[in-house]
T-cell receptor
Framework: GAGVSQSPRYKVAKRGQDVALRCDPISGHVSLFWYQQALGQGPEFLTYFQNEAQLDKSGLPSDRFFAERPEGSVSTLKIQRTQQEDSAVYLC?????????????FGPGTRLTVL | GESVGLHLPTLSVQEGDNSIINCAYSNSASDYFIWYKQESGKGPQFIIDIRSNMDKRQGQRVTVLLNKTVKHLSLQIAATQPGDSAVYFCAEEETSYGKLTFGQGTILTVHP
């Protein structure tokens, strides 16, 4: 079966541009997470959705970052007025339910480079 | 997670050797831990997990050990193969819904 997919896989943006990153979770998965991974570091939590509800956005670094999951399936992470420090890999993960012990399945990530 | 820039710990082994990868976690209240493998250009892949009421758990060729006294996790890989070459991360789950905090990664290189 299909895993988590993300698009685009690579995105180059000029500083100040807006970008939108898409995540298609595994069908039927309730939980969806976004993480940011800087070069040479582990992923860091950005935000969490349970179905369409955004229950935790404590990791979003600034108000330039916005995420949505309007129908409880596909999610979009939007970054406005991109800056160089936004350059990173953005990972999406989904899990079947909303339990601590549910395995999170990660997508391949979108590598964002801001020039 | 801890920030170490580009200088991740590295471990080089020969094919067939056993590998041990270590991780220190920060939150003494954490009660669920996971090891992930990340290959170049891919997202993290689940390897094995352990709850805090256990000190050892075994999978296929992998064993995770948990020492809550010193807040230390280790991942043991038996008969390491070239396909095991990757970056390995430990992670803690801090919430009821599974928010992960990743630790410092370790680069494992397996030489044929």
């Amino acid at each position: 079966g299909a895993g988590v997919s993300q698009s685009p896989r690579y995105k180059v943006a000029k500083r100040g541009q807006d970008v939108a990153l898409r995540c298609d979770p595994i069908s039927g998965h309730v939980s969806l997470f976004w993480y940011q991974q800087a070069l040479g570091q582990g992923p860091e939590f950005l935000t969490y959705f349970q179905n369409e509800a955004q229950l935790d956005k404590s990791g979003l670094p600034s108000d330039r970052f916005f995420a949505e999951r309007p129908e409880g399936s596909v999610s979009t992470l939007k970054i406005q007025r991109t800056q160089q420090e936004d350059s990173a890999v953005y990972l999406c993960a989904s899990s079947l339910e909303a339990l601590r012990t549910d395995t999170q399945y990660f997508g391949p990530g979108t590598r964002l480079t801001v020039l | 997670g801890e920030s170490v820039g580009l200088h991740l710990p590295t471990l080089s082994v020969q094919e067939g050797d056993n590998s041990i990868i270590n991780c220190a976690y920060s939150n003494s209240a954490s009660d669920y831990f996971i090891w992930y493998k990340q290959e170049s250009g891919k997202g993290p892949q689940f390897i094995i997990d352990i709850r805090s009421n256990m000190d050892k758990r075994q999978g296929q060729r992998v064993t995770v050990l948990l020492n809550k006294t010193v807040k230390h996790l280790s991942l043991q890989i038996a008969a390491t193969q070239p396909g095991d070459s990757a970056v390995y991360f430990c992670a803690e789950e801090e919430t009821s819904y599974g928010k992960l905090t990743f630790g410092q990664g370790t680069i494992l290189t397996v030489h044929p």
